[in-house]
């Protein structure tokens, strides 16, 4: 594994770029890119110059097993996604569910854990094929009792496994207008981790600057997402649910849809962030081939960087 100190070519020191794997095989839509072997993803991201990856699918989720696999491919783990219900359930049970997860997390050397509300969503049982209007929306008493669990949960997190929380803003979920985020966060100790994530917030109908401008210091976690406009005209004015927005295209690698990643970079090497910065972007890899998107991704990303120093 690389020193944890390095920072990626371009970038500043102790800043990381990293890439996910949902360009090659989605999560939940397991007939996009479900005939990928996870040798083929971990090879390319290598090629394309990142330094890690998150957690998908297809990896192994054990550290005997994951950490030879990474190594083959010098990358390292920079987080995972884990599919929390405290929208709808308490802190104990909650916590027995967490344990796996945070023991792999810990072994890799991880410092946050991306944490999805997964409770509370929709009144389905596949939620994510529901038209995004169905969204649940809590209650302003009920996102306060939300951030009290979520509170509780990040303080055990630390004190157990030394590792803290990085809630991830969704649509379809608890937290995903700009006014809810301010619900849930201005509930919380300062302590509890923010990820920013660029592509939910454009497509959630807000600037992804005003999470940098009121939670700067919050945010340990950075999902770099592009959006096409164009595409999410039509999710929006059609009702399409999220999974079909994917299928659609609405997101996208940096560099290929409208958002402007300068502010990002510029409160990265502004601001002292320290941490990873992972290119994710939900697209059919037989419309977006993979290593390309990603290639041009990570050219972006440091094109906006380099912009800082010309600016300078």
């Known amino acids: ?121 929709a009144p389905s049982a596949a939620p994510l094929d529901e038209p995004m209007s169905r969204r649940l929306k809590l209650s302003r008493e009920a996102l306060r009792d939300y951030a009290g669990r979520l509170g509780v949960f990040d303080a055990m997190l630390r004190a157990r496994y030394g590792i803290r929380l990085a809630y991830h803003h969704h649509l379809m979920m608890v937290a995903e207008t700009f006014p809810e985020i301010c619900q849930v966060f201005d509930a919380l100790s300062a302590e509890v981790g923010l990820l920013l994530d660029t592509g939910h917030a454009m497509a959630a109908g807000f600037d992804y600057r005003r999470l940098i401008d009121r939670y700067g210091a919050r945010i340990c976690h950075i999902h770099l997402k592009d959006v096409r406009p164009a595409v999410l005209e039509r999710v929006r004015g059609d009702d399409l649910s999220f999974n079909e927005a994917v299928r659609t295209g609405v997101f996208t690698v940096p560099g290929d849809g409208c958002i402007d990643f300068g502010p990002l970079a510029a409160f990265v090497a502004q601001s002292g962030y320290q941490g990873w910065m992972v290119v994710e972007a939900e697209q059919d890899p037989d419309k977006a081939p993979p290593l390309a998107a990603v290639m041009r991704a990570r050219a972006h990303i440091q094109a906006c960087f380099a912009g800082l120093l010309v600016a300078g």
Do not use: F
């Not at 102790?14 to 007939?31: F, K």
């Not at 971990?42 to 192994?60: M, N, V």
């Not at 916590?95 to 945070?102: E, K, N, R, T």
């Open 1 to 121: 594994m690389m020193d944890e100190t390095s920072g990626s070519a371009g970038l500043p020191p102790n800043v990381r770029l990293g890439c996910s794997p949902l360009s090659w095989t989605n999560d939940v839509l397991e007939d996009l890119g479900g005939e990928t072997p996870l040798d083929q993803c971990l090879s390319e991201i290598a090629a394309a110059g990142y330094e890690g990856t998150e957690l998908g699918r297809k990896y192994p989720r054990n550290a005997e097993d994951l950490t030879p696999v990474l190594q083959r491919h010098h990358l390292a783990l920079a987080s995972g996604w884990y599919s929390g219900r405290l929208g709808e359930r308490d802190v104990e049970e909650e916590w027995a569910d967490v344990a796996s997860h945070a023991q792999l997390l810990r072994a890799m050397g991880c410092q946050v854990m991306v944490y999805g509300e997964c409770g509370a969503m």
